[in-house]
């Protein structure tokens, strides 16, 4: 997953039964598993949604084996109203345990359910949500008016508020699935349709194959008035579902998976299983999550797949390109090998990253991608990692609200680093042949991180849980100390030792790595050396070369360098003649220094003043988001006008070469970087930035180019007076197009201005854009006034939880506050957290509430080198 109000009044109306013999403590365990004594082995669902009033009738027969007598059958059920149970044919006594999230069985009056497969008849109704949790509608509009598509999303443990079913990862089982729905509208599903019946004068009801065994949060059902596009590959055919009119945009997509699944098949040894793959777009978002991978019916968020060419932006293809390459990954990492719990959902996701990082690159060698990772994902990871809210790769999961909290940076960035390392410790060659062992042993099972780790090992002939366990199974980034490097007769020796990387005083803490580190030659095609580091104590090593030597050559080691001061200075110098990655990985290393205190912030900005106007734009991309940051860091600063007037002087240089208007010759980067400056000029000011945007849109939307659209519209609305706020709302009230609609909205949202940023939060509280749209304005107004965000928030919360997805809630409101830079706004993010939320859910705000301190601390330490940096 590239990541939940219920039926509060609903349920009031349910058939209870009360079982006073009936014990539920015993099946509220602490990580919140049902009992292992009994297991599903297939489930046959028929379901029959109202789209109109919002709520659907359900059935189903489930298939159980039960391997020791039980008195009472534990399964999931949320939200969800059974009409009657059987089993084996007879009816049975229930009850459901709304804060376990369980339903439980009598097996009969007074024994006990044998040994051996028995049959249970469930019927129920439930609710179809508004956002996207279970079974979930989508509103929007097109040329025919406004439209409803109903569709599923079950990660991590929504499944249950779909059916009754034993709703975690290790309990695999097979389904069939069947949906009566209006005669016009296309239904869909994991598997192909197997059979359609009319049912009445307007319905059909449509049934589906049978899936392989799967994991229950992988199951989708989908309906709506929608077309599909698909093409054949090998055997598998690949799908596009769109609104109706919109399939073409879907081509780039298809024509990816195409390339995407015929490099998988190869890489992993075990081609894909299914028979079809569709990828669905769904005209909204989430704040959250932008796909999921469901086995055979993968849903995208439409911005995720379609390129629209009126209103995409050039870098929308390597989103999509990347965002494909990694659901499909998830095919074989998550739906054909599962993580047994998940405590190891790194095994999804952070495979499925780097899976994704690989192909997009080795696809595209012209994105450069390898540079891109150093420059975004994995410095994503370091910066939460060198903090003492981390925690490590794997981690201990219980609770709902824990196991969506686990859908983080770490799992995803710090694993795709993490395994990028231990491919290049090892060898790709090795590391691939490992993964397929993997892949082979494991198809339709559930597994452990440790049954991959004895898989690489295996393949590669070295033990690779020694060294990859330091770095799963805790927190934290190595810091490798380079000494000043000596060269005599001809041999260059280099004292290394491994810290602890720290961005808040209770990251300095003493921890122990076995580091791989690589030491190459700087700008030279000479093969590195890798040794071993671990622990404080200096060790000398000889490096491979009588020249310069570079730490960490390709950047393929999860860790930071400090060099020594000539070293740190000699590297400055020959930075441009280092291999791209390098010189990424070097910025950022110095940037990452200064902020922990390791380096100075002078001897940081001295470095961007080397950095050539005509450098390669990724590299210049990187400079202009640390520019960004310091100007984030100057909010309210009498500082800050300097440093803006300062720093419009290098930026602008840069967009005015590359232009507005793109070229059929930009690189990828190049359309990135115009994509970053355009925004960033606007905000910072720049008074001809601000009056080119506005001329663009008083022209008319469509005279704006696609591939500037989003950052014409980011100026306007940053800079929008109430004339213009106003404008822009119309606009978006009027527009028939979903992407477009959600543009014109993000962009009001936008505003600098405190009041009219109070203005669109009360129009979040409105019915006049959709559930998502609306949380997505409360979530953009906070990146420019988080204090007025997060405390309007608290103040509004139970409307504002009304539409945000339950599992979500625990971090949507403290997350608001993120950006923030002030100890009382910290002080009332730990008051509300204390107040709304359960222990063991605050996790997400304890980050926040660390990196407030932290932004507050940053203020303080960069603000004079920034002085002295506008006033040279």
Known sequence: ??????????????????????????????????????????????????????????????????????????????????????????????????????????????????????????????????????LFAVDYQDNDGPQRMLVTQFEPADAR???PMWDQPDDKATFTMAVTAPADELAFSNMPVVATEKNGSDLVTTRFAETPKMSSYLLFLGVGKLDRKAVKVGDTEIGIITRRGATDQGDYALNAASQILTYYNNYFGTPYPLPKMDMIAVPSSSQFFSAME??????????????????????????????????????????????????????????????????????NPGWNVPAQTVAYARQAAFSMDAKSTTHPIIQHVGTVDEIDQAFDTI????????????????????????????????????TTTDDLWKALSQASGKDV??????????????????????????????????????LDPASHTSRSWIVPVAIGAAGQQKAATTVTVSGPTYQTVQAPVDSLPIINPGQFGYYRTLYAPQHFKDLSDKLPSLPLSDQVGFISDSMALASGGYESFDQHLALLGQISPDSDPLLLNVVSDQIASFDGRLDHSPVQAAFRQKAIARLKPQLTRIGWASSVSDSTATSDLRESLIPLLGKMG????????????????????????????QVVGYNADNEMWEKLRDMAKKEKDPSGQRQLYHALAATNNKELARKTLELALTDEANAPTRAALISIVARNHP???????????????????????????????????????????????????????????????????????????VEPALKRWSNQ
Do not use: C
């Open 294 to 363: 469901n086995w055979g019916a993968i849903m995208y968020f439409d911005r995720a797949v379609l390129f629209d060419p009126k209103r995409s932006p050039e870098s929308a293809h390597q989103t999509i390109f990347n965002v494909v390459a990694h659901e499909m990954a998830h095919q074989w990492f998550g739906d054909l090998v599962t993580m047994q719990w998940w405590d190891d959902l790194w095994l999804n996701e952070g495979f499925a990253s780097w899976m994704a990082s690989k192909v997009t690159g080795d696809l």
């Open 787 to 861: 204090d007025l965000a997060f405390n309007w928030a608290v103040d509004h919360r139970e409307k504002v939880n009304a539409f945000i997805e339950e599992t979500a809630r625990a971090r949507f409101i403290a997350n608001l506050a993120l950006t923030g830079d002030n100890m009382t706004l910290a002080g009332q993010v730990k008051t509300y957290a204390q107040k709304y939320l359960p222990q063991r859910s605050r996790q997400s705000a304890q980050r926040v509430i660390n990196q407030i301190t932290y932004n507050s601390v940053q203020r303080h330490l």
């Open 686 to 713: 720049d008074k001809e930035t601000i009056d080119t945007a506005q001329r663009y849109l008083n022209n008319g939307l469509d005279s704006i180019p696609a591939s500037i659209r989003e950052a014409v519209l």
């Open 161 to 163: 508020y779909f059916a």
């Open 1 to 134: 997953m590239f990541k939940k109000s219920r039926l509060k009044s609903f349920l009031r109306h349910a058939p209870v039964l009360l079982l006073p013999a009936m014990a539920t403590a015993a099946f509220a365990n602490p990580d919140g598993r049902l009992p292992e004594d009994i297991k599903p082995l297939h489930y046959d669902i028929s379901v029959q949604p109202n789209a109109k009033d919002l709520i659907f009738s359900g059935r189903e027969k489930i298939t159980i084996n039960v391997q020791a007598p039980e008195h009472v059958i534990a399964m999931n059920a949320a939200d969800l109203v059974i009409d009657d149970i059987t089993l084996d044919g007879k009816k049975v006594e229930w009850k459901l345990d709304a804060p376990a999230q369980q339903l439980l069985i009598n097996t009969s009056d007074n024994g006990t359910i044998q040994v051996g497969q028995h049959e249970l008849t469930i019927n129920y109704r439930g609710r179809i949500n508004q956002s996207s949790a279970g």
């Open 465 to 502: 849980k020694s060294f990859a366990d330091s770095f799963t199974l805790q927190g934290g980034v190595p810091l490798i100390r380079a000494s000043e490097p000596i060269t005599a007769g001809g041999i260059t020796r280099i004292n290394l030792a491994q810290d602890r990387f720290a």
């Open 411 to 446: 799992t995803y960035s710090k694993g795709q680093a993490v395994i990028r390392m231990i491919e290049a410790a090892i060898g790709p060659d090795q590391f691939r042949d490992g993964l397929r062992q993997y892949m082979a042993a494991n198809r339709y099972n559930n």
